[in-house]
């Protein structure tokens, strides 16, 4: 039996097992600093992940190690049963169909000096389809993040960065994929911007069955979008469960410190909440990951 076999479960479309990921101190002969530390959890077909934690916890890299742009130390990534963990490139750009990702910025993500169109043509064309079904499912893929037709023709500095995370939002759709990785797609925009490319992506997810992992550092963010939730803190898992109960009645002190830094309007509710995260803060001291 082989190690995949042995630790994946029967219906995980992704599990990631005991991962280990270390990068280069700094200084001569200086120990290599563990940013994961044995992290294991699974995301199921249709269904949402939420990885929350504060800067440095290690979220970005679970995203990363599972893309392939950082070196895995050990442990096992399994996609659709396939161990994914050493792929090879070619391998890599096979996965391009089943596994994409939405990154933060939507100022930076796209190429300012191409049309949405091409954008959204280049991984159709580069996966085999011709000129005109690409051109066809453009039109198609404008219509699913609701933007007008005539979009295809204008250039990223032309759109809000709602509509640009929108453009980026189906450009991960464009070879329907199976698991889409949001690493923070919602930070860098404004409350009802948020809201708006929230709620498109749960509608994209109603009607696909796409799966999500979903990192951020926001309880709140995850509380809506997600159907399971896993914190993390210094590259490990501390708390995981249903999204409701991990967002409502948080068992670990470290949950319930994020919980009590969301902003609120009330400037004393704010400075009550503020002093108890940092009471709890204390209780769970331990030495910062080097990551975001």
């Known amino acids: 039996m082989t190690v995949t076999e042995a630790t994946a479960p029967a219906d995980a479309l992704l599990s990631v097992q005991d991962l280990r990921v270390s990068f280069p101190s700094k200084g001569w002969r200086a120990p290599r600093t563990e940013v994961l530390k044995g992290v294991s959890f699974d995301v199921r077909p249709g269904e949402t992940l939420g990885l929350v934690g504060e800067s440095g916890s290690g979220k970005t890299t679970i995203g990363r190690a599972v893309l392939g742009l950082v ?14 963990d050493q792929a090879s490139s070619a391998h890599r750009r096979r996965l391009g169909r089943d596994l994409q990702v939405v990154f933060q910025d939507p100022y930076t993500s796209l190429n300012p000096s191409r049309t949405i169109g091409d954008t959204l043509a280049e991984p159709l064309l580069g996966h085999g389809a011709s000129v005109r079904e690409a051109r066809g499912r453009v039109g198609d893929l404008l219509a699913r993040v609701h933007l007008p037709a005539d979009a295809a023709a204008r250039l990223p500095h032309e759109f809000s960065g709602g509509q640009r995370q929108r453009v980026a939002i189906a450009r991960a759709l464009a070879l329907r994929p ?27 997810q109603e009607e696909t069955d796409v799966a999500y992992l979903f990192v951020t550092h926001d309880l709140s ?72």
């Open 178 to 204: 199976r698991l889409v990785i949001c690493d923070e797609p919602v930070s860098a925009l404004d409350l009802t911007t948020q809201r708006t490319v929230l709620d498109l992506l749960l509608e994209i």
């Open 71 to 84: 070196p895995v130390r050990s442990g096992t990534i399994t996609f659709a049963g396939e161990r994914i």
């Open 221 to 292: 963010v995850v509380r809506f979008v997600s159907h399971r939730v896993a914190v993390i803190r210094h590259g490990q898992i501390v708390e995981t469960g249903d999204a409701r109960i991990v967002t409502t009645e948080p068992q670990h002190a470290y949950t319930r410190a994020l919980m009590l830094s969301a902003p609120v309007a009330d400037v004393t509710e704010q400075r009550r909440r503020r002093q108890a995260a940092q009471r709890l803060a204390e209780q769970t001291v331990q030495p910062a990951a080097d990551d975001g």
